[in-house]
């Protein structure tokens, strides 16, 4: 009885791990960084909807999100550069972003946001991604 337990904690206990995620190209070392991460197709980009949320302050050129207790699975990653710290994305008078931000595997596209199947990534082992940002 005991030993069944054991066996049934350790099989629900997801497996996990830490994505720590470098941001690179500022051009100014002020505000903080707004990252969200999404954990499926649905819910990408979807305000409200990320997996987890993480704000760090920008006082260097090299910025480093950790995230930790990530269970394996499939993620994507969007983030911003929040210059002014006013908590959203400053968009110009045509909806685009005015402040610098970034999608995982640098997905972009000019005329409209990246799909998931471009933006999403594998987690299954403690990894360091690159997120270069779009100005
Ligand atoms: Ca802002």
New binding site residues.
């Given amino acids: 009885m005991v030993l069944l337990f054991l066996l049934a904690q350790v099989s629900l206990r997801a497996q996990t791990c830490t994505l720590s995620v470098e941001v690179r190209g500022f051009k100014q070392l002020e ?1 903080v960084i707004q990252l969200g991460l999404f954990s499926n197709e649905e819910s990408f980009l979807e305000t409200g909807s990320e997996f987890r949320t993480a704000e760090v302050a920008v006082d260097s050129s090299t910025t480093i999100i950790v995230l930790e207790g990530l269970p394996y699975g499939q993620y994507a990653i969007s983030l911003y550069h ?9 968009k110009n008078f045509l909806g685009i972003p005015a ?1 610098p931000y970034g999608i995982s595997n640098d997905a972009w596209h000019r005329f409209s946001a990246p799909k998931w199947d471009e933006a999403a990534f594998v987690l299954k082992s403690d990894t360091t991604i690159v997120i270069n940002l779009r100005h």
């Fill in positions: 505000g929040d210059q002014d710290s006013d908590g959203c994305i400053d402040e």
